[in-house]
C-alpha cells in the first residue's frame, strides 16, 4: 500500500492561514506570522512535489452559536474570519502562493475542518481531491490544535494517506497541540518536518 501512495498524487493543504488566526487578529495563535512565512517559503520552494496546492479559509456571515461575546474557546469562540473583513483573506505571506483551489468554510455554522467547505463552484474539498485524483495529502497551517487536526483526521477517513508537516503549523497552547498530535498520530496521520522530506 505503500508502494502504491508513493506513486499517487500529492496535495498540499493549507489551513486557514489567515490574519485573524495571527499575531493582532481576534483569534491570534502565537507564532502564526512565523509560519505564515514558513509555509510561504516552503511552498514556492516545492511547488513542483504537489499536483494540488489547496486553501482553506474560515468564512464566517452568522455561523450562530460559534460566536459569542461570552466565549467558552471551546465551542464558542468571539467574532473572527468575518466575511469582507481582511482578518478573513489569506495571509498577506500567501500573496504570492496562487493555490489551484480555494476552500471557504462556515459561513453559517461552525466548521473546523477544510472537509466542511466549498470552492466557488460549490464543490466540497473530497470531492475537489478526488476529481484531481489525489490519494495522499500534506497539511499545514493554523491552529495544529484545532482546524489542521480536524482537517487531517478527516483525510484519513475520506481514505487519504496524510502526513502533518509539524514546523509549518502551531497550536493554540503546547499541551492542545501535544493532544492533537496525538490523535492524529493514533489515527495514521504521518508526522513529518519538512526539512526530511
Known sequence: MTEQ???????????DVQPTFCEGGALAVAGGDDVAGRIAAYAAEHRARYDLVVTTQDWHVDPGAHFSDTPDYVDSWPPHAVVGTPEAELHPALADLRPDV?????EYAAAYSGFEGHDHEGRALGAILREAGVTDVDVVGIAESHCVCATTLDALAFGLGA???TDLTVPVTPEQGEAARAAMREAGAELVDSASL
Open 163 to 165: 502526513r502533518v508537516l
Open 102 to 106: 480555494s476552500v471557504k468554510k462556515g
Open 5 to 15: 501512495r508513493t506513486q499517487g498524487r500529492r496535495a498540499l493543504l493549507v489551513v
